[in-house]
């Protein structure tokens, strides 16, 4: 299989805090981590493509100050929501793709539910 | 661009019946990956099914198919009898010259006894 750990899945923080948030494949070496957020009843939005030893690229509108990615190994990436607001309440979900034949295929985290007071 | 279209906010379907959930996609790149991912109440994305733009043969896995119709540029997925572990939230996703996912707005899928 293809596990993807992400790790808290729940936190609750206040304002002005800084969260991290951590994400590993566990069976395999991810080639790519991804990183999205979701808001409630809506879709999953791409925040930012993320390659170990290298910096992560940001999709458009995403303060790339205010989420810190890092992905210091093939098998984890972190997310550090700094200086966070009730604005950035949401769930975060992380993914992973594995190469080879599978190349293309994202296998996701559990998610994070952030809420910050 | 790319864009994934979902067309059904909510389907209800008997338990053992079949249920199609639509898919239509749109996009330039010749070469592009479909996907349907269900998310259960508790959020985690799990991964169903891939179909790859080339594939000649609509994947299926177990008792999830995609209905690849290139044409219409369309990405059905079936799920034969149902059950009710099946109610979730569904999406369609696809990805074309790069890694990204393009995720459609989901459908949500009640199976009732």
């Known amino acids: 299989g293809a596990v993807v750990s992400q790790h808290p899945s729940w936190v609750i923080c206040k304002s002005g805090t800084s969260v991290k948030i951590e994400c590993r494949s566990l069976d395999f070496q991810a080639t790519t981590m991804f990183w999205y957020r979701q808001f409630p009843k809506q879709s999953l939005m791409l925040m930012a493509t993320s390659n170990e030893g290298s910096k992560a690229t940001y999709e458009q509108g995403v303060e790339k100050d205010k989420f810190l990615i890092n992905h210091a190994s093939l098998t984890l990436s972190t997310l550090t929501v700094t200086s966070a607001h009730p604005e950035d309440s949401s769930f975060y979900i992380c993914?992973?793709?594995?190469?080879?034949?599978?190349?293309?295929?994202?296998?996701f985290g559990a998610g994070t539910r952030l809420s910050v007071l | 661009a790319q864009k994934i279209t979902q067309t059904q906010p909510g389907m209800f379907v008997q338990e053992k019946e079949a249920v199609t959930l639509d898919c239509t996609y749109d996009?330039?790149?010749?070469?592009?990956?479909l996907f349907w991912y269900k998310q259960p109440s508790s959020g985690e994305m799990i991964f169903l099914i891939y179909?790859?733009?080339?594939?000649?043969q609509n994947a299926t896995e177990g008792r999830y198919s995609l209905n690849f119709q290139k044409a219409r540029k369309s990405a059905n997925l079936v799920i034969s009898a149902s059950q009710l572990g099946d109610s979730a939230m569904y999406f369609c996703a696809m990805s074309g010259n790069t890694d990204k996912l393009i995720f459609g707005t989901g459908t949500r899928l009640q199976v009732f006894p």
């Open positions: 179909q790859g733009s080339y594939d000649q």
């Open positions: 996009t330039s790149d010749p070469s592009y990956g």
């Open positions: 993914s992973a793709t594995r190469g080879g034949r599978a190349k293309n295929i994202q296998y």
